[in-house]
């Protein structure tokens, strides 16, 4: 159940860093020698006017946009409690793209786990939040080089100019992860970077990309999410004025306080829910336990009249009850597996991945093949 909560947790929004900032203050204090203040006067530019953009999904967020900009995005909820908001911002010309997360990325499960969590690189899972994907840990510097690349391709020819850790941000998502992770014992490494680069092939254009990952490993499994991501694209010779609305659009975005409200009771009622279940598992675990230490006591006592095997049997239950884990097996290849009891129900992919459900619904009927316990 701990390695369940760990993968919600790390599905924090990008937003949440800026609630309770106003636009100037907000800005004053995050964009170091950048830019000072959002007031387009200081910057010699044309004043910009903002209007309110509210998210069309479930009415989650809401922030300020220039007038006249095309603006898309959503909160895109995967499950019950794994969602992530998106934005994107195109001025009329389209010349000029903000963004604002990234509904597309999953949460990055690190290659070489423990038994069947140690998946290879590049592949995709069925997990908690839908699919979550094995990726070798990059920081923040990392991750803010590979997504600039990425998006400042579209352009043409993108060319990183400048790569710097973000401190700031960073500072407020170590806040957060750590109210999130401190109860579990648990110690997350946060790590910001920014990116600066120029593309284009007939035109030059300048961005930005900034980026914070958060990295956790804790129960048997490694992971990373990228917990807040941002940026833009301009002509070269707008690229104050952009970076003035970069900031004010960031530090305007807004939760609603009642959508909150219930996502906070729903995340609470299934946390309940989980924890009776892993308090009804940790219970038969010491059963389990208790048993089979009886078990093994009665063949010890009785002299050794029980064969081996039966005694190798009865230590592997023990062993299995300790450490709470359980054999499992194929009954097409009859390969057997020792995997964390967490789940109801085992199935295995046809490339060997192994994953859990409570319910006994195959996740692919046809592909899947339903494991079996060994007794």
């Known amino acids: 159940m701990k390695t369940q909560f760990l993968a919600v947790m790390l599905c924090c929004p990008f937003f949440q860093a800026c609630m309770g900032c106003s636009p100037n203050e907000a800005t004053r204090e995050a964009t170091g020698e950048i830019i000072r203040t959002t007031e387009a006067e200081c910057l010699d530019v044309p004043p910009v006017t903002y209007v309110t953009y509210t998210d069309p999904a479930e009415g989650a967020f809401s922030l300020e946009v220039p007038k006249g900009w095309k603006t898309e995005g959503s909160l895109n909820r995967k499950t019950a409690l794994a969602y992530s908001p998106w934005v994107r911002i195109t001025s009329p010309d389209g010349g000029t793209v903000l963004f604002f997360g990234d509904a597309n990325l999953p949460t990055f499960l690190v290659p070489g786990g423990m038994g069947w969590m140690g998946g290879r690189e590049g592949q995709w899972v069925p997990g908690y939040e839908g699919v979550m994907a094995y990726r070798s840990y990059r920081n923040g510097e990392q991750f803010a080089q590979e997504y600039a690349q990425t998006f400042g391709d579209q352009w043409g020819s993108c060319r990183l100019l400048e790569t710097r850790p973000e401190h700031r941000l960073s500072a407020r998502v170590m806040q957060e992860v750590r109210q999130y992770f401190g109860p579990w014992g648990l110690n997350p490494v946060v790590s910001g970077g920014e990116v600066r680069f120029t593309c284009g092939r007939n035109q030059e254009y300048t961005g930005r990309v900034l980026a914070v990952t958060v990295y956790l490993e804790g129960y048997g499994m490694r992971m990373w999410s990228v917990d807040r991501l941002g940026g833009f694209v301009a002509p070269g010779n707008r690229s104050e004025e952009v970076e003035a609305i970069f900031h004010h659009v960031l530090y305007s975005?807004?939760?609603?306080?009642?959508?909150?409200?219930?996502?906070?009771?729903?995340?609470?009622q299934i946390s309940t829910a989980q924890w009776q279940a892993h308090a009804q598992w940790q219970s038969q675990a010491y059963n389990n336990i208790s048993k089979t230490l009886s078990e093994t006591s009665d063949i010890v006592i009785n002299g050794w009249n029980q064969n081996q095997a039966t005694l190798d049997n009865a230590m592997r239950k023990y062993s299995n009850a300790f450490r709470g884990t359980e054999d499992v097996y194929n009954p097409q290849t009859q390969q057997q597996y020792n995997i964390w009891d967490?789940?109801?129900?085992?199935?295995?992919?046809?490339?060997?991945?192994?994953?859990?459900?409570?319910?006994?619904?195959?996740?692919?009927?046809?592909?899947y093949t339903p494991l079996r316990r060994r007794q």
């Open 342 to 367: 967490q789940y109801n129900y085992y199935w295995q992919a046809p490339d060997g991945t192994i994953i859990g459900t409570y319910l006994n619904q195959n996740p692919q009927p046809g592909t």
């Open 253 to 268: 975005f807004r939760l609603n306080p009642q959508w909150k409200a219930r996502q906070d009771q729903l995340a609470a």
